[in-house]
């Protein structure tokens, strides 16, 4: 029995060796993502610190990128890293993942996978229509739209739910530190490792509660019918920021969202790029 565990194994880990450049696209996807969260971070930082900047989501920190000189060709390197990471999400849609005897999970990953990609390819279609309209995207608030529709308030709360859900499992899984297994370990050294615990602990943790307050409010939305947060974490920061000690608070989270994205450049290099 272990035998054949043994082999299997074996052929699995030659199959992902087989496709070097499938694991050179995700990681250049991990890279980008990591550059967006640092941005949004560091604008963060900056509005709480009262020094310019602003609280502001992906497309926000992109677009900012753009208005500063050469901005524009960082602008087409993030959004070309942006559609690799969500062509990434799909391939790890449809491959699915590796839990073999565990169903439930591996239809909730699924789920994750595909949300990730639209998220992400939402945001790379952002980028580019910036760059070739030469102006920065906007666009109404899709709570407002589902809010309209029949029964738009329970569809509303249930999407907050979930993202809340979201945000209780990215604290639980950096304050566990969950995300290790994910990583070469053998192929970094010490001081690699402890900084990656560190910045992956902090930054799961940090994005964790902004998802956390961003569902809180959307659920609000739903059950009050009145518009409580921008549905992004440009509104999950603006809540933050209101609160009481709150720029101190939004201080905290973005320096937190700022270490998430070296820690997503970090995974990027160091991940294991299983699929299957």
Not at 1 to 9: A, F, G, W
Not at 40 to 62: E, F, H, N, P, R
Not at 144 to 163: A, K, T, Y
Not at 257 to 264: K, T
Request: aromatic share 10%; net charge positive.
């Amino acid at each position: 029995m272990s035998n054949h565990s043994e082999t299997k194994q074996k052929a699995k880990k030659a199959t992902d060796e087989a496709k070097p450049w499938l694991r050179a696209i995700a990681r250049s996807g991990y890279i980008a993502k990591g550059i967006v969260y640092i941005l949004v971070g560091i604008l963060s930082v900056m509005a709480a610190l009262g020094v310019g900047g602003q609280t502001t989501d992906g497309s926000g920190a992109i677009a900012a990128v753009a208005n500063e000189p050469f901005g524009n060709v960082l602008v087409w390197i993030i959004a070309i890293g942006l559609i690799i990471y969500g062509g990434w999400k799909i391939v790890q849609l449809f491959k699915g993942p590796s839990r073999e005897n565990n169903k439930g999970k591996n239809v909730i990953m699924r789920i994750t996978y595909l949300v990730s990609a639209s998220i992400y390819l939402s945001l790379a279609y952002k980028s580019f229509s910036m760059l070739l309209s030469n102006q920065s995207s906007s666009s109404s608030s899709w709570l407002s739209i589902i809010l309209d529709l029949p029964l738009g308030e329970w569809i509303v709360f249930s999407i907050g739910l979930v993202i809340a859900f979201v945000g209780i499992n990215e604290i639980i899984n950096g304050y566990k530190e969950k995300f290790v297994d994910k990583f070469k370990f053998h192929e970094m050294g010490k001081k690699e490792i402890k900084l990656g615990k560190k910045v992956g602990r902090i930054g799961l943790i940090a994005r964790g509660i902004t998802f956390l307050v961003l569902g809180f409010f959307i659920m609000a939305t739903g059950f009050t019918k009145d518009l409580q947060v921008e549905a992004g974490l440009d509104g999950a920061l603006q809540k933050i920021a209101q609160q009481p000690f709150g720029q101190w608070m939004l201080g905290l989270v973005a320096i937190g969202l700022v270490l998430y994205g070296v820690f997503q450049i970090m995974k990027g290099k160091n991940r294991n790029m299983n699929i299957y």
